[in-house]
């Protein structure tokens, strides 16, 4: 959860915006709060609104679910391969 929040924020910030306040803005993306510091708005770069979209999604379903269907979709392709 840690390294995502700080590679959101890092992603945001390098867009011109103070890092606290990425960090704040993805903090809530990852939460699907709903707060803003003012990023988020029709304005924003494409790029920043991707990370953030981003960002709800692995926060709405956790890291977790990713991770493990990741994992599963990995044994499967090896084990397609390992039958060819």
Do not use: H
Request: without cysteine; aromatic residues 12%; charged residues 10%.
């Amino acid at each position: 959860y840690l390294l995502l929040l700080l590679t959101g924020s890092l992603i945001i910030s390098s867009y011109g915006y103070a890092f606290q306040d990425s960090l704040f803005e993805f903090a809530s993306a990852i939460g699907t709060v709903g707060t803003s510091v003012g990023i988020t708005s029709i304005n924003a770069p494409l790029g920043v609104l991707w990370v953030e979209i981003i960002g709800m999604m692995l926060g709405r379903l956790e890291i977790v679910v990713y991770i493990i269907a990741f994992i599963a979709i990995g044994k499967d392709a090896s084990n397609i391969f390992e039958k060819n």
